[in-house]
């Protein structure tokens, strides 16, 4: 049996599954002071006629990592940044903790300026003036050559409880968001370490060598005791915990599009082939652009509870939530209510909500009945539109060769799925507008912790291979090392996929989960003068986002 | 440094699947370095810095300015679509106000393409920026349109192209042709007789740091738009006047080429040549992009950056004062001179020897414009190339007068056929372009 609990802001959800079937689902409110009360009440439901000895794994999508950085209860952290040319400082102060160092190294990760050790000692002492026991050391180009930040580590090794380094958060070249991921990273280190300490005490009490995985904003599990190294992955995890749920619960191998319904926005998520798309670089939080590996999702303000003013002759929705609908006791008019005059759904007061909408119908000149059918038209339509933004978005991307440009492929939404609390009465209307046929998945009041309890280990690896300088680098795992006279783009995508199979089974993938894709694959001539000096070649591989094997092709778990 | 934000489009692509040969400095390699220096600076995160993708350049925006010879799809590849689309993706952002100013950051590159096009010279199929600017015309009404040329190479291509014509004033400045390809580009090519003072030559001495380019930035060009007052400004952004670059003599910086962009302030900036790709582009096309968005571009240096090593003679900034008086003075003259130099001829005609180094090809050409005080006068084409083609061209500018559009009409109706291979028409302001085999 498989464990998925989804600790969200509102409620705490949790899915027992066995051979793939729901056993048992349960729902209670979290409690925002206490974490772990909240998973020992959702465990109690689960378990209450259950013997959890029969657990092969458990996987939890937690807000503790989001929540720290929304509420600003991170540590204080230093950051020495090597910055090199290019943007002046001011633009990559992320705090007032950011010191700036001499040596860099170029696109090719030649090393061009050295490290001034005692630039280097003389900010350490400041930071430990200053109480600082969190430390980011980022350097411009370091996923090219992680030598100087390693040397900056080993200047500073002794004085810190935590240390992150650039090169280890991400292969994706990007230095602002490297920085910005290496400053969250240390700044919820300690939270977080403090929060899988009493995980592991807690659950282990459950049995004995139960195997842990915390999900990750990609949509994919990490084994709880690797997290540690990389809190930042465990942020955003709630809206990943829903996609793969959908995934899970609906028979997605095509092209398609995910709703999520909520009282004050709407989560759209577009699947391809059935593979969720992922954020080309990295999720924003808070302000922060970063390298965090996301599920590439686009949060509207338009939900079931949204506001519904009239305003200069026209309908107004959202962005705003007053409170529930006015039909649970709500202050204003809101779509829920419009649906419930419109006779698309039967919940709560329909005289309350026949009361919120007349002022507006009043004021539009219309029969009540009719201002709320054109209230919910006008929240289908916006929906409906953003997703049709986010589809040509997706569709428009960059891309940088003939044949991409000519032959890319163009996503082609064949199916529509409507999770949440609206969804019964506005997916076939949204299917219309879309044009693909509405689909609304059972067990979707726990999609998030089916999700969870499904998601497989993720991870990707960056090779780059420089022949004239004769070295390789796989960043992500710290390896620089070096090649043989003789390599080839072959001899790299092979590498790095060995290497990738390893590091996977190390996240705490099982061997037959580890379902690897090339994402990027490019061989160039290095010609100086007229002859080839060498090859640069670039490897991306990664395991997509999916779900553990067992379940058939077109298979769902309902 | 606080400076005005601007929103600047990008149009970035590297045609990272394409090369002339595979040693070729045009190559899949050359903006390689490029990518990873404005991915890494995280420029597509700015929110005033917007990446588009480029659209497809068709063959009727080509034959809009081109004459190819036989057609246009014998002439260029799908990457010539699509850096011509690039830029015209650019054009439309900026002339639909969806950004302030634009980028085109591609490959293959134009400005050595001429207005009858046998084949390839100097690394040009087809003339990038023309195709754009006569795409913007007839899509966004006429327009008075200035080209700022900076590559290093004389855009002889742009400037037979823009020979005749009185609202697209074209500047170039260069490494002096008696020194580097293609061997033209002197002060004295200053405009066919309808239009005088609207081509300018700057040829520069070698080793012209950014000193002299910014003298004759401040000196010449700037008062020289300020008179010609386009409704817009293209800079043809070669980047080969760096100081590093291999198949150049110049000693241009990447500080230099971005304060240059800041001053000219171009409405589109369209990549042309450029060949120092790892020590000199990656650090030139982010501080032209800093310097187009209005960012901070002053830590924006190359590795080996040494002002004192590179800096221009005294020697040098003398010749360059002289030689931007003279220019001026020239320029100021052109009303005297086109007296002079038209008299009362009806008809002038222009022999050429132009040669296609990158395809082998020789061609002779004579061109005969009508001179016209109410337009740039209609022009004929005479072509023979050495692959055999024997063409001959009407073109009908834009803004035609009545007069020159149905002379030409009338010319192209009367020519005999058994003459030439191909007879082509081509007239802009009725988007026509006819051949006859």
Request: proline residues 5%.
């Amino acid at each position: 049996m498989i464990l998925g609990i989804d600790v969200g802001g509102t409620h705490t959800d949790a899915a027992l599954i066995e051979n793939f079937k729901i056993k048992k689902k349960a729902k209670v409110l979290t409690n925002e002071i206490s974490l772990m009360d909240s998973l020992l009440n959702v465990m109690g439901e689960i378990f209450r006629d259950e013997d959890s000895l029969d657990l092969k794994r458990i996987v939890l999508s937690t807000t503790i990592s989001t929540n720290a950085i929304v509420q600003g209860k991170t540590e204080r952290v230093g950051l020495i940044l090597a910055s090199g040319p290019g943007l002046p400082p001011s633009a990559l102060k992320i705090n007032n903790d950011t010191h700036f160092i001499s040596g860099y190294v170029n696109h090719r990760g030649i090393e061009i300026a050295g490290i001034d050790h005692d630039e280097v000692s003389q900010i350490c002492e400041h930071f430990k003036k200053e109480g600082i026991e969190h430390a980011g050391i980022v350097g411009k180009f370091s996923t090219r050559n992680l030598k100087q930040e390693i040397e900056v580590r080993d200047i500073i090794n002794n004085n810190f409880k935590h240390i992150s380094l650039g090169h280890r958060m991400s292969g994706h070249l990007n230095f602002p968001r490297r920085v910005s991921t290496t400053y969250l990273n240390a700044a919820i280190s300690d939270l977080y370490t403090n929060f899988v300490k009493e995980i592991s005490k807690f659950l282990g009490k459950s049995g004995p060598k139960l195997p842990i995985y915390i999900l990750k904003a990609d949509g994919g599990t990490l084994e709880i005791d690797k997290s540690v190294e990389y809190p930042a992955q465990t942020i955003l995890s709630g809206p990943a915990a829903s996609i793969m749920g959908i995934l899970s619960l609906t028979d997605c191998r095509k092209d398609a599009i995910a709703l999520d319904i909520g009282g004050t926005t709407t989560d759209i998520a577009i699947f391809a082939d059935g593979i969720p798309l992922l954020e080309p670089l990295g999720v924003t939080i808070e302000g922060h652009k970063t390298l965090i590996r996301g599920l590439r999702t686009k949060s509207i303000g338009i939900g079931g509870d949204s506001r519904v003013k009239y305003e200069s002759n026209s309908i107004v929705i959202g962005p705003e939530r007053d409170g529930p609908a006015a039909a649970f006791g709500g202050p204003s008019p809101t779509p829920t209510d419009a649906m419930i005059v419109a006779g698309l759904t039967n919940i709560g007061d329909k005289e309350k909500a026949t009361a919120a909408i007349s002022p507006i119908a009043r004021r539009s000149g219309r029969p009540v009945h009719e201002a709320a059918k054109m209230i919910f038209d006008l929240t289908c339509q916006k929906i409906a539109t953003s997703v049709k933004e986010m589809i040509e978005e997706i569709n428009n991307r960059p891309v940088y060769t003939i044949h991409e440009l000519l032959e890319g492929k163009k996503l082609i939404p064949q199916v529509l799925n409507v999770v949440g609390g609206p969804a019964e009465p506005m997916a076939e209307h949204l299917g219309k507008l879309l044009e693909c046929p509405a689909h609304i998945p059972e067990h979707a009041e726990v999609a998030n912790a089916i999700g969870a309890a499904l998601a497989r280990t993720t991870t990707e690896l960056t090779l780059l291979a420089d022949t004239e300088r004769k070295t390789m680098t796989i960043v992500e795992e710290g390896l620089q090392i070096p090649i043989p006279n003789v390599f080839s783009r072959e001899d790299a995508l092979k590498t790095c996929k060995e290497k990738l199979f390893e590091r996977s089974l190390k996240m705490g993938a099982k061997k037959e989960d580890i379902d690897m894709e090339t994402i990027e694959d490019q061989e160039f001539n290095m010609v100086r003068g007229f002859y080839t000096t060498g090859k640069n070649i670039r490897i991306k591989v990664q395991v997509k986002p999916g779900l553990i094997t067992g379940l058939g092709k077109g298979q769902t778990i309902c | 440094m606080l400076k005005k934000k601007k929103k600047t489009g990008l149009i970035f692509f590297p045609a990272f699947d394409w090369a002339i040969s595979p040693t070729h400095p045009e190559r899949e390699e050359r903006l390689l370095y490029t990518q990873d220096q404005v991915f890494e600076e995280g420029l597509l995160d700015f929110e005033n810095i917007i990446e588009f993708k480029p659209g497809l350049a068709t063959t009727s925006d080509i034959n809009r300015i081109h004459i190819c010879v036989p057609d246009a799809n014998s002439v260029i590849t799908e990457s010539h679509l699509i850096s011509a689309g690039g830029a015209i993706t650019a054009a439309d952002k900026v002339l639909q106000k969806e950004v302030d100013n634009a980028f085109a950051l591609v490959r293959p590159p134009g400005h050595h393409a001429m207005r009858v096009v046998h084949g390839a010279r100097g690394f040009c199929n087809i003339n990038i920026e023309a195709i754009m600017i006569e795409y913007i015309r007839k899509n966004y009404g006429p327009k008075r349109v200035a080209i700022v040329d900076t590559d290093c190479h004389h855009g002889d291509g742009s400037q037979d192209i823009y020979w005749h014509d009185p609202n697209t004033l074209y500047i170039s400045i260069h490494q002096d042709g008696r020194t580097l390809y293609p061997g033209s580009g002197f002060p004295e090519e200053f405009g066919g007789p309808n239009a005088l003072g609207t081509t300018i030559n700057i040829p520069l001495p070698p080793q012209t740091s950014d000193e002299g380019f910014l003298y004759v930035l401040d000196n010449l060009i700037l008062p020289i738009l300020d008179t010609f007052k386009p409704d817009l400004i293209i800079n043809s952004a070669g980047q080969d006047n760096h100081y590093t670059d291999p198949i150049t003599n110049m000693c241009f910086t990447a500080q230099g080429y971005a304060l240059l962009n800041e001053k000219l302030s171009p409405d589109i900036a369209v990549l042309e040549g450029g060949y120092s790709i790892e020590s000199a582009l990656p650090y030139i096309n982010v501080g032209i992009i800093l310097a187009m968005a209005g960012i901070d571009y002053s830590h924006v240096r190359e590795p080996d950056y040494d002002p004192e090593s590179i800096k221009q003679s005294d020697d040098i900034s003398r010749y360059i004062e002289k030689l931007a008086t003279g220019i001026y003075d020239l320029w100021k003259s052109r009303e005297s001179i086109k007296e002079k130099l038209v008299g009362n001829a009806e008809y002038m005609k222009h022999e050429k020897n132009i040669n296609y180094d990158t395809d082998g090809i020789r061609e002779e050409q004579e061109e005969t414009v009508r001179i016209c005080n109410d337009c740039g006068g209609f022009v004929t084409i005479n072509s023979t190339a050495s692959t055999g083609n024997r063409i001959f061209a009407v073109i009908i500018p834009g803004q035609s007068c009545p007069a020159c559009r149905s002379e030409g009409e009338e010319i192209f109706a009367s020519t005999d056929k058994s003459d030439f291979n191909y007879i082509y028409f081509q007239d802009r302001d009725r988007d026509i372009f006819q051949v006859v085999k």
